[in-house]
C-alpha cells in the first residue's frame, strides 16, 4: 500500500475523531481554557473558575483563540458552544497533522529496512493515543506538537541562514507559552546546540531572540485577558514550583510515571514504549532527541504531583523513539527482530489491540455528558427549568457553564416526589434507575446515555453497575 493512502486515511480518522470526541481528557481542558474564554464572552462568571485564575498563572492565549473562534463564528452563523467546540478539535487536528507529517519526512529516510520504514509510517499515523490527543484542544497537545514543528525545522539537512533560528524561536516561544513545561525540551534543546552541534553563537542568539518575542507577545495577551500587567510564566514557576502548591493537589512515588504509562498504554504492548525510550537514552546520547527528552523526564520524575498528560507533549517522538530503537538493536547486537517469531507475534497483538483501541477513541466522546448538554442546548432555546434528581450533570468539580444556556434554570430535588407542579413544560434528568421509575408515564424520554440497541446486551447485568444520565421532557 502506498503511503499517500495511508496518510489519506490518516487524515479521515482525525476528521471523524474531531467530530466525534467532544468533551475533554482532563477538566483541565475544559476549565482553564474553555471556560477562561467564557468570562470573555459573557458566558462564565469569573467567581466560577479555578483558583488559578485569581492568581493569574495560566497562559492566556489558548483562551484567546477560542474567544477569536466564538466571536467570528457568532458572526457568521449564530453563537454555539458546541460548533466553536467542533471548530477548535479540527484546528487541532489540523495542526497535529502538519506535526506529524513534518516528522515522518524528516525521518523515514534514515530507516532503510523496509519493515522499519513500514513500521515509522504506521506508528507516526495510526497510534491510537496520538489521534485521540491530536484532536485535543489542549496546552499538552498544542505545545507538543508546534514543538516538534521546530524540531524538524532544526533537524532538516544543509546550513540553516541565521533568519530559520528565528523562526524555530518564534515557534519553540510559542510552545512555551502554550505550555511552560516544554521550556524544559526547550532548554535541552539549546543545550545540544551549543554543547554537542558547536552552533554558532549567534544562531543561538537568534533562536533566543525569536522565543523572547512570543514570549513578550504572550505577556500582552496575558494583559488584555487579566486587566492588568502579569508575569504568568513566573506566577506558575512561583506558586507551582518554589511555594509548592501544586502538592497539594496529590503527589506520587517517582515510578509513578513507569507504572502509569504501562497500565493505560495497554501492557504488554506498553513496554514498547517504556523500552524504546530507556535504549534511546542509554545508547544514543549524543541524539537531539535523548537531550529534549531527558531534562523533561527527570523533573516531572522528580516533582511529587504528577499526571500522565504531563507527559503527552513527547507523544510526537515516540513513532521515533520506537523505529530508532529497534534499529540500535538490529545493528548493536546484530538481532533481526523482524525475523525473530516471537517478536512478529508480538507486532501483530501490538496492531490488532491499537487498531481495535484507535476505532474507540474515534467514535466516542471523550466525556460522555457533552452530549446531554448539546440536546439540552440544541432543543430548548426558549426559558425552561431542569429538575436534577440528586445529582446535577452540569457540576463537574466547578460548574459547566460555557455550553449551557443563560435561560436554563437549573434544579436539585431529591426525588421526583419533590417536583413541584406545573402548568407548563419542563425537564427531568437523573441518573438513578429507581428514580427514573416514578418519573410521570406522560414524560417524554429525550436522551440517554447509551442507545436502545446497546441495552439489548445487557450481559452480566453491566447496566446495573453503569451510571446512566437519562433526560426526560415532561409537557
Not at 100 to 127: C, D, P
Request: proline share 4%; charged share 15%; glycine share 6%.
Amino acid at each position: 500500500m502506498k503511503s499517500h493512502l495511508i496518510i489519506s486515511a490518516s487524515i479521515l480518522i482525525s476528521i471523524i475523531a474531531a467530530y466525534c470526541s467532544v468533551g475533554y481528557h482532563h477538566f483541565d481542558e475544559h476549565f482553564q481554557i474553555l471556560e477562561f474564554a467564557g468570562t470573555k464572552l459573557g458566558l462564565t462568571d469569573p467567581n466560577n473558575l479555578p483558583w488559578e485564575f485569581n492568581e493569574q498563572m495560566r497562559s492566556a492565549i489558548m483562551p484567546a483563540i477560542a474567544v477569536v473562534f466564538y466571536k467570528v463564528s457568532a458572526f457568521f452563523g449564530g453563537e454555539n458552544p458546541f460548533r466553536v467546540a467542533l471548530y477548535l478539535r479540527i484546528l487541532s487536528a489540523v495542526l497535529s497533522f502538519v506535526s506529524m507529517y513534518t516528522i515522518y519526512e524528516a525521518y523515514k529516510k534514515e530507516f532503510r529496512h523496509v519493515y522499519l520504514e513500514k513500521a515509522f509510517l504506521f506508528l507516526s499515523f495510526f497510534l491510537w493515543f496520538t489521534i485521540y490527543n491530536h484532536v485535543r484542544f489542549s496546552p499538552e497537545n498544542w505545545s507538543g506538537v508546534i514543538f516538534v514543528i521546530a524540531f524538524v525545522l532544526l533537524i532538516k539537512k544543509g546550513d540553516k541562514p541565521h533568519t530559520t533560528f528565528l523562526k524555530i524561536g518564534l515557534l519553540l516561544g510559542l510552545a512555551f507559552i502554550i505550555r511552560y513545561q516544554v521550556g524544559l525540551m526547550i532548554g535541552g534543546l539549546i543545550g545540544w546546540l551549543i554543547l554537542i552541534k558547536k552552533e554558532k553563537l549567534l544562531s543561538v542568539f537568534n533562536l533566543i531572540i525569536g522565543g523572547v518575542i512570543v514570549f513578550l507577545l504572550g505577556i500582552a495577551i496575558d494583559y488584555w485577558y487579566y486587566g492588568e500587567l502579569t508575569v504568568t510564566a513566573w506566577n506558575y514557576l512561583d506558586l507551582n514550583i518554589i511555594q509548592n502548591k501544586v502538592s497539594n493537589f496529590g503527589t506520587a512515588p517517582w515510578w509513578f510515571y513507569i507504572t502509569a504509562a504501562i497500565e493505560h498504554g495497554i501492557p504488554p504492548f506498553s513496554l514498547l514504549y517504556l523500552a524504546s525510550t530507556l535504549l534511546l537514552i542509554i545508547f544514543k546520547p549524543k541524539d537531539l532527541l535523548t537531550w529534549v527528552l531527558v531534562p523533561f523526564l527527570l523533573i516531572h520524575f522528580v516533582i511529587g504531583h504528577k499526571e500522565l498528560r504531563f507527559l503527552f507533549p513527547m507523544i510526537g517522538f515516540l513513532p521515533g523513539i520506537i523505529v530508532k530503537s529497534i534499529e540500535l538493536i538490529q545493528n548493536k547486537w546484530n538481532i533481526e527482530l523482524t525475523r525473530n517469531k516471537i517478536f512478529k507475534l508480538f507486532m501483530v497483538g501490538f496492531w490488532v489491540t491499537n487498531f481495535a483501541l484507535l476505532a474507540v477513541v474515534t467514535l466516542r466522546p471523550a466525556d460522555n455528558q457533552v452530549p446531554l448538554y448539546k440536546t439540552i442546548y440544541s432543543n430548548y432555546e426558549q426559558p425552561i427549568t431542569l429538575y436534577c434528581i440528586e445529582d446535577n450533570p452540569y457540576y463537574r468539580v466547578l460548574y459547566i457553564s460555557f455550553y449551557k444556556r443563560e435561560n436554563l434554570t437549573i434544579k436539585t430535588v431529591q426525588s421526583v416526589n419533590d417536583i413541584p407542579i406545573q402548568g407548563r413544560s419542563y425537564l427531568i434528568v437523573t441518573k438513578n434507575s429507581d428514580e427514573a421509575k416514578e418519573i410521570p408515564k406522560e414524560a417524554n424520554l429525550i436522551y440517554s446515555s447509551f442507545p436502545e440497541w446497546i441495552k439489548m446486551f445487557n450481559f452480566n447485568d453491566w447496566q446495573e453497575r453503569t451510571n446512566e444520565w437519562l433526560l426526560y421532557e415532561v409537557i
